[in-house]
């Protein structure tokens, strides 16, 4: 497997967790916590949310980690790129 194709890949899956973010993120609105699709989703996102939760400051009840998640992805993803 050459390089390029294991980064595409990388790639691929940056962007399929950006899209579980965003998931996980509406779905917060609509579903209880208890939801057995939040539930999963937060298994699969919340290891990565809570060290950014616990590092910023409370913005009056809203959650911005979610968006920090994501830029840090899109960011990872632009080096990724540029290899």
Do not use: C, K, Y
């Given at each position: 497997?050459?390089?390029?194709?294991?980064?595409?890949?990388?790639?691929?899956?940056?962007?399929?967790?950006?899209?579980?973010?965003?998931?996980?993120?509406?779905?917060?609105?609509?579903?209880?916590?208890?939801?057995?699709?939040?539930?999963?989703?937060?298994?699969?996102?919340?290891?990565?949310?809570?060290?950014?939760?616990?590092?910023?400051?409370?913005?009056?009840?809203?959650?911005?980690?979610?968006?920090i998640l994501i830029l840090l992805i899109q960011f990872v993803s632009i080096l990724l790129r540029s290899l």
């Amino acid at each position: 497997m050459s390089s390029n194709a294991v980064i595409s890949l990388f790639v691929l899956l940056l962007e399929f967790f950006t899209w579980v973010v965003v998931a996980n993120s509406i779905l917060s609105f609509f579903l209880p916590p208890f939801h057995p699709v939040r539930e999963a989703l937060e298994r699969i996102v919340g290891p990565f949310l809570n060290p950014i939760r616990s590092t910023m400051p409370s913005a009056g009840g809203l959650d911005f980690s979610p968006l920090i998640l994501i830029l840090l992805i899109q960011f990872v993803s632009i080096l990724l790129r540029s290899l």
